[in-house]
């Protein structure tokens, strides 16, 4: 049998995010939290205070929210290879992990039925599923975080 010979730890891949993508997508996902929150409020609740003359924020905080979206989309991806297959490779933050994977596919896909989809039931139902899995993104995102922390401190390692 042919074993590979083993590597030094300091060479072996992590799964651990570089400290500049980390900060970005952290930031990411504030802009979202913030921007998403702002249209919310605005929407529905600053609306008798602005029956006739609409704030300028309400466009503006969804094109931050678009924007933000988009460029999360596309870290979450380049996180595919080096972070997620990896980790899951290695049997670590399995189902935290899933979870984060799963929310960030339904705020991408209800947002994507947000701007296309029509129908007032269809549109409805999209709407309250963003707000819902979007409010618990952070909460989420957090956790997963935790739990990684909480794991390498364990084992002191990775």
Known sequence: MNKAPKRPSH???TIRIGDKRRRLIYALFAILLISGSVWLYLHFFA???MAFTPSPLLP?????????ALLLTYFAGSLLY??????????????SGSVIAVS????????YGLYYFDGEQ????????HWMVGGIALPV????????????????SI
């Open 104 to 111: 960030c596919s339904l705020l991408a896909l209800t947002g």
């Open 47 to 49: 609306g008798a205070e």
């Open 82 to 95: 080096s972070h997620i297959l990896h980790a899951w490779h290695i049997r670590r933050n399995r189902w």
């Open 122 to 129: 269809l549109r409805q139902s999209t709407e309250w599923l």
């Open 60 to 68: 503006w905080s969804m094109k931050v929210h678009g924007a933000a």
């Open 141 to 156: 995102l957090y956790w997963h975080i935790r739990m990684g922390r909480r794991r390498k401190s364990q084992n002191g």
């Open 11 to 13: 060479l072996l891949p």
